[in-house]
């Protein structure tokens, strides 16, 4: 782990925080007093060896050091270094801990090593949003709601211990309230920074499996106890509000526990990572991925207006 500024907050936004939003993001890194010395654990070590074109560790910490070193109130970690989707360009990514909270940012580096990009990498064409769309067509397990002939379809990845999920909700129920011929598809992705996550999208997906009608009274009534849930109370609370749902609780606990549900969740993250999830709420609607629920609610019911209106 390296240590970053105290003004990073103004700072990243310049470099690595353009392609942040008010989302929850993945996992804070870990402090490690050994990491001065230029050590770190990004996993793909072993690919950015084998390709002239991924810059090492080693370098991406000693540009970090030299952006960001004069101060010590935060901390960054590489978590991964790619290819980039966009031939050529590698792809970093860096998990950041302030004291506003974790994020996790990325930036490209030029095939000459000598230039990093800062923004996100977008489909193009004249229909770039078709491929993100096949995927989620094809992947989707989750609950849903809708005409399943849909012109429209929406998906979104959530993570029920998210404040920022919570927020988001009243939003999507008026949108759909709005827009009822729209198809909505609900999709767990738990962040590795919650302790609870994974276990209730486990509650989740048994529950929607059980009583799709019921789901949705669980998934409101989750976000209600969101801030009464701990890690070790978990199991209690969940199984309670599956039971005021209206599904017997026993049966879903018995559920949680079967290595296919485990599965089943497991297939909605990958499913996620696939389409470039990286933060929750990520809501797709018909491919086109909208990274920040918070925009204003007249240009989302446009946006799914817009694709109503170019069919399947």
């Given at each position: 782990m390296h240590r970053l500024s105290a003004h990073v907050s103004l700072i990243l936004p310049l470099l690595l925080a353009a392609l942040a939003s008010p989302q929850q993001k993945s996992a804070p890194p870990?402090?490690?007093p050994a990491a001065r010395?230029?050590?770190s654990s990004a996993k793909p070590a072993a690919t950015a060896a084998s390709s002239a074109n991924l810059p090492s560790e080693e370098t991406v910490n000693a540009f970090l050091q030299q952006m960001?070193?004069?101060d010590s109130?935060?901390?960054w970690k590489v978590a991964e270094i790619k290819?980039?989707?966009a031939e050529g360009l590698a792809e970093v990514t860096v998990s950041v801990s302030t004291p506003q909270g974790p994020q996790s940012n990325k930036f490209y580096v030029t095939p000459d090593g000598r230039h990093a990009v800062i923004g996100d990498i977008i489909p193009f064409g004249p229909k770039p949003f078709a491929d993100a769309r096949q995927e989620?067509?094809?992947g989707v397990n989750g609950p849903a709601r809708g005409p399943a002939n849909s012109p429209v379809t929406i998906v979104e990845f959530s993570d029920l211990q998210c404040p920022h999920c919570k927020e988001a909700q009243p939003i999507i129920e008026k949108l759909l309230t709005e827009e009822p011929k729209a198809r909505f598809v609900f999709q767990s992705f738990p962040l590795p920074s919650h302790n609870w996550a994974a276990k209730?999208?486990?509650y989740a997906d048994c529950v929607g499996r059980s009583s799709n009608d019921a789901f949705w009274k669980f998934l409101q009534k989750t976000y209600?106890?969101?801030s009464q849930i701990t890690e070790a109370n978990a199991d209690e609370k969940l199984t309670g509000i599956v039971n005021d749902s209206g599904v017997k609780g026993a049966d879903i606990a018995a559920c949680v526990a079967k290595p296919d549900t485990a599965a089943r969740v497991e297939h909605s993250v990958a499913l996620g990572k696939s389409v470039d999830v990286t933060s929750t709420p990520t809501v797709f609607i018909n491919g086109r991925k909208i990274g920040n629920i918070g925009i204003p609610f007249d240009v989302l019911k446009s946006l799914v207006e817009f694709q109503a209106k170019q069919g399947k």
């Amino acid at each position: 782990m390296h240590r970053l500024s105290a003004h990073v907050s103004l700072i990243l936004p310049l470099l690595l925080a353009a392609l942040a939003s008010p989302q929850q993001k993945s996992a804070p890194p870990r402090q490690n007093p050994a990491a001065r010395t230029g050590t770190s654990s990004a996993k793909p070590a072993a690919t950015a060896a084998s390709s002239a074109n991924l810059p090492s560790e080693e370098t991406v910490n000693a540009f970090l050091q030299q952006m960001f070193g004069y101060d010590s109130s935060a901390s960054w970690k590489v978590a991964e270094i790619k290819p980039a989707i966009a031939e050529g360009l590698a792809e970093v990514t860096v998990s950041v801990s302030t004291p506003q909270g974790p994020q996790s940012n990325k930036f490209y580096v030029t095939p000459d090593g000598r230039h990093a990009v800062i923004g996100d990498i977008i489909p193009f064409g004249p229909k770039p949003f078709a491929d993100a769309r096949q995927e989620l067509e094809k992947g989707v397990n989750g609950p849903a709601r809708g005409p399943a002939n849909s012109p429209v379809t929406i998906v979104e990845f959530s993570d029920l211990q998210c404040p920022h999920c919570k927020e988001a909700q009243p939003i999507i129920e008026k949108l759909l309230t709005e827009e009822p011929k729209a198809r909505f598809v609900f999709q767990s992705f738990p962040l590795p920074s919650h302790n609870w996550a994974a276990k209730a999208a486990a509650y989740a997906d048994c529950v929607g499996r059980s009583s799709n009608d019921a789901f949705w009274k669980f998934l409101q009534k989750t976000y209600d106890a969101q801030s009464q849930i701990t890690e070790a109370n978990a199991d209690e609370k969940l199984t309670g509000i599956v039971n005021d749902s209206g599904v017997k609780g026993a049966d879903i606990a018995a559920c949680v526990a079967k290595p296919d549900t485990a599965a089943r969740v497991e297939h909605s993250v990958a499913l996620g990572k696939s389409v470039d999830v990286t933060s929750t709420p990520t809501v797709f609607i018909n491919g086109r991925k909208i990274g920040n629920i918070g925009i204003p609610f007249d240009v989302l019911k446009s946006l799914v207006e817009f694709q109503a209106k170019q069919g399947k």
